[in-house]
T-cell receptor, first 114, second 113 residues
Framework: DGGITQSPKYLFRKEGQNVTLSCEQN?????MYWYRQDPGQGLRLIYY???????QKGDIAEGYSVSREKKESFPLTVTSAQKNPTAFYLC?????????????FGEGSRLTVL | DAKTTQPPSMDCAEGRAANLPCNHS???????VYWYRQIHSQGPQYIIH???NNETNEMASLIITEDRKSSTLILPHATLRDTAVYYC??????????????FGTGTRLTIIP
Protein backbone atom coordinates (compact mmCIF):
# COMPACT_ATOMS: atom_id res chain seq x y z
CA ASP A 1 0.00 0.00 0.00
CA GLY A 2 1.16 3.54 -0.69
CA GLY A 3 1.98 5.71 2.25
CA ILE A 4 4.56 7.28 4.50
CA THR A 5 6.65 5.29 6.91
CA GLN A 6 8.38 6.87 9.87
CA SER A 7 10.85 5.08 12.07
CA PRO A 8 11.47 4.52 14.83
CA LYS A 9 8.08 5.05 16.46
CA TYR A 10 9.67 5.63 19.85
CA LEU A 11 13.21 6.80 20.51
CA PHE A 12 15.15 7.64 23.63
CA ARG A 13 18.27 9.72 23.54
CA LYS A 14 20.77 10.99 26.03
CA GLU A 15 21.52 14.67 26.14
CA GLY A 16 24.28 15.66 23.77
CA GLN A 17 23.58 12.92 21.24
CA ASN A 18 22.44 13.44 17.70
CA VAL A 19 19.59 11.28 16.48
CA THR A 20 18.19 10.72 13.00
CA LEU A 21 14.51 10.08 12.29
CA SER A 22 13.65 8.26 9.11
CA CYS A 23 10.84 9.18 6.72
CA GLU A 24 10.15 7.19 3.56
CA GLN A 25 7.26 7.60 1.12
CA ASN A 26 6.18 5.54 -1.88
CA UNK A 27 3.54 7.97 -3.10
CA UNK A 28 5.83 9.49 -5.73
CA UNK A 29 5.38 12.88 -4.09
CA UNK A 30 7.85 15.64 -4.79
CA UNK A 31 7.30 17.62 -1.59
CA MET A 32 8.10 16.41 1.92
CA TYR A 33 7.82 18.09 5.30
CA TRP A 34 8.84 17.71 8.91
CA TYR A 35 6.68 19.00 11.76
CA ARG A 36 7.14 19.05 15.49
CA GLN A 37 4.24 18.74 17.94
CA ASP A 38 4.42 19.40 21.66
CA PRO A 39 1.71 18.24 24.10
CA GLY A 40 -1.55 20.14 23.63
CA GLN A 41 -0.09 22.20 20.83
CA GLY A 42 -0.49 22.43 17.10
CA LEU A 43 2.11 21.44 14.52
CA ARG A 44 5.13 23.59 13.81
CA LEU A 45 7.07 23.31 10.55
CA ILE A 46 10.76 22.43 10.90
CA TYR A 47 11.96 21.89 7.32
CA TYR A 48 10.41 21.19 3.96
CA UNK A 49 11.62 20.05 0.57
CA UNK A 50 9.85 20.60 -2.71
CA UNK A 51 12.28 18.64 -4.85
CA UNK A 52 15.28 16.34 -4.58
CA UNK A 53 18.50 18.02 -3.46
CA UNK A 54 16.67 21.10 -2.24
CA UNK A 55 15.14 21.99 1.11
CA GLN A 56 14.07 25.08 3.02
CA LYS A 57 13.90 26.05 6.68
CA GLY A 58 10.51 26.22 8.30
CA ASP A 59 9.54 28.15 11.40
CA ILE A 60 11.70 26.27 13.92
CA ALA A 61 14.73 24.90 12.03
CA GLU A 62 17.38 25.71 14.65
CA GLY A 63 18.99 22.57 16.03
CA TYR A 64 17.74 20.37 13.19
CA SER A 65 19.16 19.28 9.85
CA VAL A 66 17.76 17.39 6.86
CA SER A 67 18.82 15.93 3.56
CA ARG A 68 16.94 15.03 0.41
CA GLU A 69 19.17 12.82 -1.70
CA LYS A 70 16.32 10.66 -2.95
CA LYS A 71 12.76 11.52 -3.83
CA GLU A 72 11.30 8.97 -1.45
CA SER A 73 13.43 9.79 1.59
CA PHE A 74 13.66 12.86 3.86
CA PRO A 75 15.53 12.06 7.09
CA LEU A 76 15.59 14.52 9.97
CA THR A 77 18.55 14.80 12.33
CA VAL A 78 17.92 16.25 15.75
CA THR A 79 21.28 17.64 16.82
CA SER A 80 22.65 18.32 20.26
CA ALA A 81 22.11 22.02 19.53
CA GLN A 82 18.35 21.56 19.82
CA LYS A 83 17.60 22.83 23.33
CA ASN A 84 14.36 20.97 23.95
CA PRO A 85 14.15 18.03 21.57
CA THR A 86 11.58 15.92 23.44
CA ALA A 87 8.53 16.01 21.18
CA PHE A 88 6.36 14.16 18.67
CA TYR A 89 7.79 14.45 15.15
CA LEU A 90 5.62 14.12 12.08
CA CYS A 91 6.68 13.69 8.48
CA UNK A 92 4.35 14.50 5.60
CA UNK A 93 4.37 14.59 1.82
CA UNK A 94 2.31 16.05 -0.97
CA UNK A 95 2.33 16.54 -4.69
CA UNK A 96 4.54 19.46 -5.57
CA UNK A 97 1.73 21.34 -7.19
CA UNK A 98 -0.23 20.92 -4.00
CA UNK A 99 -3.37 21.96 -5.79
CA UNK A 100 -5.56 19.88 -3.53
CA UNK A 101 -3.72 21.04 -0.42
CA UNK A 102 -3.70 17.51 0.87
CA UNK A 103 -0.84 16.49 3.09
CA UNK A 104 -0.26 12.82 3.78
CA PHE A 105 1.24 12.18 7.20
CA GLY A 106 3.20 9.36 8.71
CA GLU A 107 2.38 7.86 12.09
CA GLY A 108 4.99 9.95 13.85
CA SER A 109 8.11 9.40 15.92
CA ARG A 110 8.11 10.20 19.61
CA LEU A 111 11.53 11.34 20.82
CA THR A 112 12.35 11.49 24.50
CA VAL A 113 15.60 12.94 25.76
CA LEU A 114 16.72 11.49 29.06
CA ASP B 1 -2.82 33.15 5.29
CA ALA B 2 -5.91 34.06 7.28
CA LYS B 3 -6.10 33.02 10.91
CA THR B 4 -8.83 30.75 12.20
CA THR B 5 -10.66 30.50 15.51
CA GLN B 6 -12.07 27.23 16.79
CA PRO B 7 -13.60 26.22 20.14
CA PRO B 8 -11.04 24.26 22.16
CA SER B 9 -13.35 21.34 22.83
CA MET B 10 -16.77 19.87 22.03
CA ASP B 11 -18.77 16.79 22.94
CA CYS B 12 -21.24 14.94 20.71
CA ALA B 13 -23.41 11.90 21.36
CA GLU B 14 -22.64 8.82 19.32
CA GLY B 15 -24.89 8.56 16.27
CA ARG B 16 -25.71 12.25 16.22
CA ALA B 17 -24.33 14.83 13.82
CA ALA B 18 -21.22 16.60 15.02
CA ASN B 19 -21.02 20.23 13.89
CA LEU B 20 -17.62 21.83 14.28
CA PRO B 21 -17.47 25.60 13.74
CA CYS B 22 -14.57 27.66 12.48
CA ASN B 23 -14.30 31.44 12.18
CA HIS B 24 -12.04 32.94 9.54
CA SER B 25 -13.25 36.52 9.32
CA UNK B 26 -10.11 37.78 7.54
CA UNK B 27 -10.21 35.22 4.76
CA UNK B 28 -9.24 36.48 1.31
CA UNK B 29 -11.05 35.74 -1.91
CA UNK B 30 -8.45 33.22 -3.09
CA UNK B 31 -8.08 31.34 0.20
CA UNK B 32 -9.51 27.88 0.68
CA VAL B 33 -10.78 26.29 3.88
CA TYR B 34 -9.23 22.94 4.75
CA TRP B 35 -10.09 20.49 7.51
CA TYR B 36 -7.82 17.85 8.98
CA ARG B 37 -8.19 15.66 12.03
CA GLN B 38 -5.67 14.01 14.32
CA ILE B 39 -6.50 10.95 16.32
CA HIS B 40 -4.41 10.65 19.47
CA SER B 41 -0.72 9.99 18.78
CA GLN B 42 -1.22 9.62 15.02
CA GLY B 43 -0.49 11.87 12.08
CA PRO B 44 -3.22 14.27 10.93
CA GLN B 45 -5.60 13.08 8.24
CA TYR B 46 -7.06 15.22 5.49
CA ILE B 47 -10.87 15.44 5.58
CA ILE B 48 -12.17 17.98 3.11
CA HIS B 49 -11.62 21.42 1.64
CA UNK B 50 -13.65 24.09 -0.16
CA UNK B 51 -13.62 27.62 -1.52
CA UNK B 52 -17.18 28.94 -1.38
CA ASN B 53 -19.52 26.17 -2.36
CA ASN B 54 -20.59 23.53 0.13
CA GLU B 55 -18.66 20.32 -0.26
CA THR B 56 -19.39 16.71 0.68
CA ASN B 57 -17.36 13.55 0.57
CA GLU B 58 -17.48 10.15 2.21
CA MET B 59 -16.15 11.49 5.48
CA ALA B 60 -17.91 14.81 6.04
CA SER B 61 -19.66 17.88 4.72
CA LEU B 62 -18.27 21.40 4.69
CA ILE B 63 -20.66 24.33 4.88
CA ILE B 64 -19.16 27.75 4.13
CA THR B 65 -21.23 30.87 4.82
CA GLU B 66 -22.03 33.16 1.94
CA ASP B 67 -19.63 35.85 3.20
CA ARG B 68 -17.00 33.11 3.72
CA LYS B 69 -16.17 34.40 7.19
CA SER B 70 -17.03 31.12 8.86
CA SER B 71 -17.56 27.47 8.10
CA THR B 72 -18.86 24.32 9.72
CA LEU B 73 -17.58 20.79 9.37
CA ILE B 74 -20.35 18.24 9.73
CA LEU B 75 -19.83 14.59 10.62
CA PRO B 76 -23.32 13.27 9.89
CA HIS B 77 -23.38 10.21 12.17
CA ALA B 78 -20.56 10.46 14.67
CA THR B 79 -18.94 7.28 15.93
CA LEU B 80 -16.47 6.72 18.73
CA ARG B 81 -13.70 6.57 16.12
CA ASP B 82 -14.39 10.20 15.29
CA THR B 83 -12.96 11.28 18.63
CA ALA B 84 -9.99 13.42 17.59
CA VAL B 85 -8.61 16.95 17.32
CA TYR B 86 -10.03 18.75 14.29
CA TYR B 87 -8.03 21.48 12.60
CA CYS B 88 -9.51 24.20 10.43
CA UNK B 89 -6.92 25.79 8.14
CA UNK B 90 -7.23 28.60 5.64
CA UNK B 91 -4.69 29.01 2.87
CA UNK B 92 -4.12 29.95 -0.70
CA UNK B 93 -3.83 27.09 -3.12
CA UNK B 94 -0.23 27.19 -4.19
CA UNK B 95 1.61 25.76 -7.13
CA UNK B 96 4.69 25.54 -4.99
CA UNK B 97 3.70 23.23 -2.19
CA UNK B 98 1.98 23.19 1.17
CA UNK B 99 4.56 24.77 3.42
CA UNK B 100 2.10 27.45 4.50
CA UNK B 101 -0.37 25.03 6.04
CA UNK B 102 -0.48 26.19 9.65
CA PHE B 103 -1.97 23.83 12.20
CA GLY B 104 -3.24 25.60 15.31
CA THR B 105 -4.58 23.87 18.41
CA GLY B 106 -7.89 22.86 16.79
CA THR B 107 -11.05 21.53 18.44
CA ARG B 108 -10.89 18.41 20.57
CA LEU B 109 -14.07 16.49 19.69
CA THR B 110 -15.16 13.77 22.09
CA ILE B 111 -17.89 11.37 21.02
CA ILE B 112 -19.92 10.20 24.01
CA PRO B 113 -21.32 6.63 23.93
Amino acid sequence: DGGITQSPKYLFRKEGQNVTLSCEQNLNHDAMYWYRQDPGQGLRLIYYSQIVNDFQKGDIAEGYSVSREKKESFPLTVTSAQKNPTAFYLCASSTRGGLNGELFFGEGSRLTVL
Amino acid sequence: DAKTTQPPSMDCAEGRAANLPCNHSTISGNEYVYWYRQIHSQGPQYIIHGLKNNETNEMASLIITEDRKSSTLILPHATLRDTAVYYCIVRVKSNFGNEKLTFGTGTRLTIIP
